[in-house]
Nanobody, 115 residues
Framework: QVRLVESGGGLVQAGGSLRLSCAAS????????MGWYRQAPGNQRDWVVS???????NYADSVKGRFTISRDNAKNTIYLQMNSLKPEDTSTYYC?????????WGQGTQVTVSS
């Protein structure tokens, strides 16, 4: 089992920045990628960004150039630096970890961007 704990959400004005963290614990060795999805009320959960165990990253077009994912292997933690935030980035952000047999999810952290 893998447990994911997110932190760092909040309220920010458009153009501002936030940094999300996601700390993993448990059977870390089974994880081959981590990342973030987001879901706004009434919408489906959309993939945002991922980072593999080797450090390869991928971003959704909507966040390229504004968001940066990174990892600290010693702390089993990934980070999402979000810059130039827009009101349309307002969502609940969910950390996920892709395991060999299943995916794991965090509880979600709210990001609200005011215009």
């Amino acid at each position: 089992q893998v447990r994911l704990v997110e932190s760092g959400g909040g309220l920010v004005q458009a153009g501002g920045s936030l940094r999300l963290s996601c700390a993993a614990s448990g059977t870390i060795v089974s994880i081959n990628a981590m990342g973030w999805y987001r879901q706004a009320p009434g919408n489906q959960r959309d993939w945002v960004v991922s980072i593999t165990s080797s450090g390869s990253t991928n971003y959704a077009d909507s966040v390229k150039g504004r968001f940066t994912i990174s990892r600290d292997n010693a702390k089993n933690t990934i980070y999402l630096q979000m810059n130039s935030l827009k009101p349309e980035d307002t969502s609940t952000y969910y950390c996920y970890a892709r395991g060999r047999l299943q995916n794991y999810w965090g509880q979600g952290t709210q990001v609200t961007v005011s215009s």
